[in-house]
């Protein structure tokens, strides 16, 4: 936290000179300066030129794109090109590739898609990094390493067998305790041996991405691929490290992306960094959200954003180009959040192949009478600017989120009470009414140290692990205030259902035991009336999921409005030790969380910026004395906004403002204290 890894704002972005003539080098040259370019990310996808054979290395044109970037004085992140196979291997050594969910055995073609298990990519990836790192290790540009790219994905094959036995041998170390964690006795699937143990594909117990026959099994094997992919992540920085010890290593991550266990790959990361691509529907507090959760994978640690388009993207249905001025509202935001760096995919567009509509610093036209080009060269001015003034600043918050990647996986497996429940969407339906009263917030996970904050709000917090639910009760002892809802404290570590009422452990803390779960079809509705507290109605609209509970100590806040369960409650708040332990056993229109999660965090003091206009925003970062305002308007329209930063100094344009500051469509103010 507070770490401080470069001395100015990286601003640059992928760049693949190897796929263009020598000429073109020099142009990009010329024109990345103009925008105040000092970042280049390379070698990202080069295996194939890297290594032409199995026995021929060729470092010489890397080494000319080192020169030339190292003579015009770029930062240098050096990838390490495993994020796509050359051809012979896949060739000559098939195990190289995955076989999938379905069980079909894949040839050469597309990327990030190696086996994680295969004997020939991990020997054949240590030894071309090996290679790198003692040629450019101590290269004083190379300022950070790149592994691999965007890890993702699973494999199913018998080399990922083989390993998953192992995997699971060395977890439960006896047969018995595996058919006792995977509940094996149903359906008589009981294992002999650990021979018996088969990847949970289409051709064994699993059914898709959001059900699985035997979900302890299937999320015992998300958490071995997951860990597989980390381990080829810690093969490669091993060889780093055996020739340059200090340079950062990294890799860039996806925001919630579901496959891979964030919180434990950040363990093994210097920094985080991320790639960014909201579509031009993603709502802002979305793209917040996996901001916050990229510095929480780190516990505030401040990342990197290694992508973003200048522009468009090619991948989405309908690839809207960003309005003037949005690309730079949207490079604030992720400062905001927590980003110490701008980058780009990419810094000239490709000629050919699926990416050539993607949009890029320098586009097909070629040169830089763009208005892409301004916006980027008019940003790159601006971070110039700025300097190292917000670099390791920290974003200090009251209010954390659990989010935990085996409870993602757990709830999504879920055969019923409906098909409609989503992990990321009710984790941000809470971020939400948090993000609405612009209150910041940090995602946490479950070995963060509770006691930092004021509330934790823990939705759909079904896999309840051991150890668990005592933290909660110690927290909430102490005098915290924690939040959870429906589906919660329903299984343990194996998807095994915690027996004695739901939700299990939690059903002390909470004061209630829940009884019923019903599932309500997506047109459907109930009601929740309030039934305690000052409320803007009396009644609001709650769907999806409705738990018929019972209290045990916790007073009603609200109860049901319809249905043979009318009358009965759907939230209750119980008073623990010095805290409060609330329960929201279904999904509020988003108005009532809102009001209520509102009215909580003023109970304990925390006040956000609640009447800012939609697609205003307001976030903070802090630096040794200095609490900086980010001011932002996402919006297309210009907006006028009451502040309290009356007298603060905009940074970016060293005006000082007034009570009522005028935001044109798009525009950002950095505000500090003038003293
Ligand atoms: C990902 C990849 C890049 C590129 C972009 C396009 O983030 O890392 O190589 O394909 O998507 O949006
Ligand atoms: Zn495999």
Not at 34 to 54: G, H
Not at 494 to 508: E, K
Request: with cysteine; hydrophobic share 35%.
């Amino acid at each position: 936290m507070g770490k401080q890894f470069f001395d100015n704002m990286l601003y640059g972005g992928d760049y693949n000179p190897e796929q263009w003539p020598r000429d073109i080098w020099d142009e990009d040259m010329r024109i990345f300066k103009k925008a105040s370019i000092n970042t280049a990310t390379i070698n990202v996808f080069s295996w194939a030129k890297l290594q032409p054979s199995e026995n021929e290395y060729d470092f010489s044109e890397l080494d000319d794109i080192i020169d030339m970037l190292t003579k015009e004085e770029y930062t240098i992140i050096l990838g390490t090109s495993t994020a796509a196979l050359p051809a012979w291997m896949s060739r000559q050594y098939p195990d190289v590739n995955r076989v999938d969910f379905e069980g079909r055995k894949h040839r050469h073609g597309h990327r990030h898609n190696h086996c994680p298990n295969s004997p020939s990519f991990q020997g054949f990836a240590k030894k071309l990094v090996n290679k790198l790192a003692e040629r450019y290790g101590d290269h004083p540009n190379v300022k950070v390493w790149h592994i691999s790219n965007e890890y993702s994905g699973e494999c199913y094959c018998d080399n990922c067998a083989k390993a998953f036995r192992v995997w699971v041998k060395d977890k439960y170390q006896t047969v018995d305790a595996v058919n006792e964690a995977w509940n094996m006795n149903f359906w008589g699937h009981t294992l002999y041996s650990f021979d018996d143990i088969t990847p949970p594909n289409y051709l064994g117990d699993g059914i898709s991405d959001t059900a699985a026959a035997f979900a302890g099994l299937s999320i015992d094997y998300r958490r071995f691929n997951s860990d597989s992919l980390l381990n080829n992540f810690k093969l490669e920085k091993q060889e780093i490290r055996r020739f340059d010890k200090e340079t950062p290593v990294t890799t860039n991550l996806m925001g919630a992306y579901k496959s891979l266990d964030y919180f434990k790959w950040a363990k093994e990361m210097d920094f985080v960094s991320w790639d960014s691509y909201p579509s031009h529907q993603t709502p802002l507090s979305h793209t917040a959200m996996n901001h916050d959760l990229m510095r929480g994978l780190k516990d505030g640690q401040s990342f990197m954003l290694m992508e973003q388009t200048p522009s468009q993207q090619n991948w989405q249905p309908y690839n809207a180009l960003k309005r003037p001025g949005k690309m730079r509202a949207q490079s604030y935001q992720t400062i905001a959040h927590g980003g110490d760096t701008i980058q780009f995919f990419q810094l000239r567009r490709s000629k050919g192949a699926t990416e050539k509509f993607h949009g890029a610093v320098i586009e097909h036209v070629g040169h830089e009478n763009t208005r892409v080009f301004r916006e980027v060269a008019e940003l790159g001015k601006e971070l110039e600017q700025l300097g190292d003034a917000l670099i390791g600043a920290e974003t200090p918050a009251k209010v954390g989120i659990l989010f935990d990647w085996d409870n993602y996986w757990a709830l999504e497996y879920t055969s019923g009470p409906t098909v409609d429940l989503r992990y990321v969407e009710q984790i941000q339906n809470y971020y939400d009414a948090c993000y609405n009263q612009q209150v910041p917030v940090d995602m946490i996970h479950m070995d963060t140290d509770f006691e930092k904050y004021d509330v934790i709000l823990a939705p759909v917090l079904y896999m309840v692990k051991e150890g668990i639910s005592e933290k909660i009760e110690q927290y909430v002892k102490n005098g915290g205030a924690f939040v959870t809802t429906f589906m919660s404290g329903i299984v343990d570590q194996s998807d095994n259902v915690h027996l004695g009422g739901y939700p299990g452990p939690l059903r002390d803390v909470l004061g209630i035991w829940v009884e019923e779960i019903d599932a309500l079809a997506p047109e459907q509705r109930n009601q929740v009336v309030m039934k305690k507290g000052q409320f803007n109605q009396e009644k609001y609209d709650c769907r999806m999921v409705c738990d018929l509970l019972h209290t045990e100590g916790a007073e009603v806040i609200a109860e049901y409005g319809t249905d043979f369960y009318k009358g009965m409650p759907t939230i209750t708040k119980n008073n623990f030790g010095a805290g409060e332990a609330w329960y929201i056993g279904t999904v509020p229109e988003q108005k009532l969380l809102d009001e209520l999660i509102g009215k909580l965090l003023k109970s304990k003091g925390i006040q956000g910026f609640e009447y800012l206009p939609a697609g205003v925003e307001i976030a903070s970062r802090k630096k040794a004395e200095n609490e900086f305002y980010f001011l932002m308007n996402h919006t297309e329209e210009s907006q006028t906004v009451e502040t309290p930063f009356e007298g603060y100094k905009d940074l970016l344009t060293g005006d000082q403002v007034t009570r009522n500051i005028e935001l044109k469509p798009f525009d950002v103010k950095i505000l500090l204290e003038n003293n």
